[in-house]
């Protein structure tokens, strides 16, 4: 049984700096893309930023020079850095998480972690 669990959310000024960690379990073959998707109230479930399985490494307009994805293959284990935060960034950041191919899209992702509140005030 796969399981996806996020940490690190918080609430920070305009500027700020917060880091996101995923731990996974439970995949039956280490080939899997893992993502951070967020979700603002009101808004549709959006890609932040991914790894896929070949080490691909994706962003979204809106983050790109201010977030930093990795992962730690030895602790299964995907982190993001989010520096510069803007209030737009504020919204539920959940981990993705799929065997090959399945991250790209919220559709298509099979794993999620209960996500993790990042607020950003002005």
């Known amino acids: 049984q796969v399981q996806v669990v996020e940490s690190g959310g918080g609430s920070v000024q305009a500027g700020g700096s917060l880091r996101l960690s995923c731990a996974v379990s439970g995949f039956t073959y280490s080939s899997y893309c893992m993502a951070w998707f967020r979700q603002a109230p009101g808004k549709e479930r959006e890609e932040v930023a991914g790894i896929d399985e070949d080490d691909t490494i994706t962003y979204a307009d809106s983050v790109k020079g201010r977030f930093t994805v990795s992962k730690d293959n030895a602790k299964n284990t995907l982190y993001l850095q989010m520096n510069s935060l803007k209030p737009e960034d504020t919204a539920m950041y959940y981990c993705?998480?799929?065997?090959?191919?399945?991250?790209?899209?919220?559709?298509?992702?099979?794993?999620w972690g209960r996500g993790t509140q990042v607020t950003v005030s002005s």
């Open positions: 993705a998480a799929a065997y090959e191919g399945g991250c790209s899209t919220v559709g298509s992702v099979p794993y």
